[in-house]
């Protein structure tokens, strides 16, 4: 993990050094124009002076502040006056109606405001589900595609009884020790939605919390059960998430997330941040770890620091928001950590 660097990225798309943008547009264009997706795992990577960066941005790696038309060819300018073609068979749109692309090498990147004015300005007329263009109508898809179907019990039964479980880390979150002693967290009746074969569950209940796992899949509460079933203060209920029982809401003092929240379809994802909040009492918590790459067709989900905020902010207050780094070398640089209070 020592070769690599961390290069954070903020949501107008510029490097950050010290918490303050590059100024050096040499630097900021080169790091920029460097971004590559990894090519073992789903992070990205930029390369400047034998210096190799992971790149933590908040919003998409890059983003589009200009949209140009030049003899009929549309080009996207980023920060640092780096110009690109613009595929607009790439294009995707957002439940924010944000457009999407993707850069020459495969990099995800989101218009500005600025640059969706642009846009719009440039086409001949759009609608609902896409755009004219000399004559030509593209097509807009929504940025997660609902190809695969996540919402049906059989779907993660099935991964459990075929062991097609890679989330599965045989053990707690090695970030949990070290967080949960510095955020100091008190004895507490805890909600593990998504619980799987019940590692972080145990672990939380080995420090003296009450413990509620949940899960869709009877093998996986099963197993769950058959390792850790002996502890008191530890249950594990097959259940529904989002068909929990009456007696869940307002029980609950934190709730606990991992790769629940990146296993369900994204469009159900404000309905769970609403059931979060029902489970939890009044002033209750929510400590969640969620991935921060980029992927839209299939779990685990990816998401945004950008996405995160907003689908957040109406329910909670943020108190503890963090990249983990040096975690396990599978997750480097594609996790984020969230504690927050219910409002």
């Known amino acids: 993990m020592s070769q690599f660097k961390f290069l954070q990225i903020d949501e107008e798309g510029y490097p950050l050094s010290l918490g303050l943008r590059l100024q050096d547009k040499n630097f900021g264009k080169s790091l920029l124009k460097g971004i590559r997706k990894s090519k073992d795992r789903n992070i990205f990577l930029s390369e400047f002076e034998n210096e190799t960066y992971i790149i933590e941005n908040f919003d998409e790696p890059l983003i589009a502040q200009h949209i140009h038309l030049k003899e009929n060819l549309f080009f996207v300018e980023f920060n640092y006056e780096l110009i690109e073609p613009l595929n607009l068979s790439t294009m ?35 609608d609902d589900d896409g755009f004219h263009f000399q004559g030509k109508y593209y097509d807009i898809y929504p940025l997660y595609s609902d190809a695969i179907e996540t919402s049906q019990a059989q779907f993660w039964q099935g991964r459990y009884e075929t062991q097609q479980t890679g989330w599965d880390m045989n053990g707690p979150h090695p970030a949990l020790e070290s967080v949960t002693s510095q955020l100091r967290i008190n004895k507490c009746r805890i909600l593990n939605l998504g619980c799987g074969t019940g590692h972080d569950a145990e672990f939380l209940a080995s420090k003296g919390h009450i413990v509620t796992g949940v899960d869709f899949s009877t093998s996986a509460i099963e197993q769950a059960q058959n390792r850790y079933g002996n502890r008191e203060n530890l249950k594990f209920v097959q259940a529904d998430a989002f068909k929990l029982p009456e007696k869940f809401f307002n029980s609950f ?10 296993a369900i379809h994204p469009k159900q994802r404000n309905e ?53 780094r040096g975690t396990s070398p599978r997750s480097l640089g594609s996790e984020l950590i969230i504690y927050a209070q219910k409002l």
């Open 92 to 126: 995707t749109v957002d439940e924010w109606d944000r457009f999407h692309g993707f850069s020459q090498k495969d990099v995800p990147f989101v218009f500005s405001r600025k640059a969706q004015s642009d846009f719009f300005n440039l086409i001949e007329d759009f």
């Open 253 to 262: 003092d934190l709730i606990f997330e991992h790769t629940f929240f990146c």
């Open 272 to 324: 769970i941040v609403r059931i979060w909040k029902n489970c939890l009492v009044p002033s209750g918590h929510l400590l969640g770890i969620f991935f921060t790459h980029h992927q839209t067709h299939q779990p685990p989900f990816g998401g945004t620091e950008w996405e995160y905020r907003e689908r957040f902010k109406k329910h909670f207050q943020f108190l503890y928001w963090t990249r983990l």
